[in-house]
């Protein structure tokens, strides 16, 4: 069964610092995976999305990074600001399955 | 504008009153899936689908029914509530494609129902 692991639960750094969070995923076998924002009382956005056969996908300050064979992905955002400030989540789908697990996420507060 | 329509936004019930959250969205996505969000265990899918008569479960899809009538609509039907399915429910959609480079598979959400039951 997949599981999907973030850690730390929770960041807090100064505005302006680049910053990486960690995804953990325990089976390699997966289709594509996710990294979304969710901000307090909101729905999810999809920030970027990486399919099993890239290494990577960028969208502006964000880039996401993904090693099936060891089970890990990172989301890096460079120069963060304020409005970075939310709860962030990896999922990912399985080869031959429709279903998406998620981590618990991984809160993020940038302090001006 | 492209979005995911959820309604109610809050719903209160009491047990065992039959209820239903609707979904709609306007990409013509084919795959729409629920899922409910409770502290402490993330999100859970409940039920997702394929595409229109297409449905199969999720991870906790025990006290929860859906249908998919038509593509643009995916209600969670609840038939008697109980207080654990207080959580906050969310529906999504994404596109599908058959082949490679057909499109993105980013899912959507909408912006929650956030259901209490007594």
């Known amino acids: 069964k997949q599981e999907v692991t973030q850690i730390p639960a929770a960041l807090s750094v100064p505005e302006g610092e680049n910053l990486v969070l960690n995804c953990s995923f325990t089976?390699?076998?997966?289709?594509?995976l996710q990294w979304f924002r969710q901000d307090p009382g909101k729905g999810l956005t999809s920030l970027l999305l990486?399919?099993?056969?890239?290494r990577e996908q960028t969208s502006g300050r964000l880039n996401a990074s993904l090693d099936k064979s060891s089970g890990r992905s990172t989301l890096y955002i460079a120069a963060s600001q304020p409005g970075d400030s939310a709860t962030y989540l990896c999922?990912?789908?399985?080869?031959?399955?429709?279903?998406?697990?998620f981590g618990q996420g991984t809160r993020l507060t940038i302090n001006p | 504008e492209a979005q995911v329509t959820q309604n109610p936004r809050y719903l209160i019930t009491v047990t065992g009153k039959k209820l239903t959250v609707t979904c709609s969205q306007n990409?013509?996505?084919?795959?729409m899936s629920w899922y409910r969000q409770d502290p402490g265990l993330g999100l859970r899918q409940i039920y997702y689908?394929?595409?229109?008569?297409?449905?199969d479960k999720g991870d906790v899809p025990e006290g929860y029914k859906v249908s998919r009538k038509e593509k643009r609509n995916f209600p969670l039907i609840l038939e008697s509530p109980s207080p654990n399915q207080t959580s906050l429910y969310f529906c999504?959609?994404?596109?599908?494609?058959?082949?490679?480079?057909?499109?993105?598979?980013?899912?959507?959400f909408g912006s929650g129902t956030q259901l209490s039951v007594l």
């Open positions: 999504a959609s994404s596109f599908y494609p058959t082949l490679p480079g057909q499109g993105s598979e980013k899912l959507f």
């Open positions: 089976d390699s076998a997966i289709y594509n």
């Open positions: 990486i399919q099993s056969s890239q």
């Open positions: 999922a990912v789908m399985n080869e031959g399955a429709q279903k998406l697990v």
């Open positions: 990409m013509n996505h084919e795959y």
């Open positions: 689908s394929m595409n229109v008569e297409v449905t």
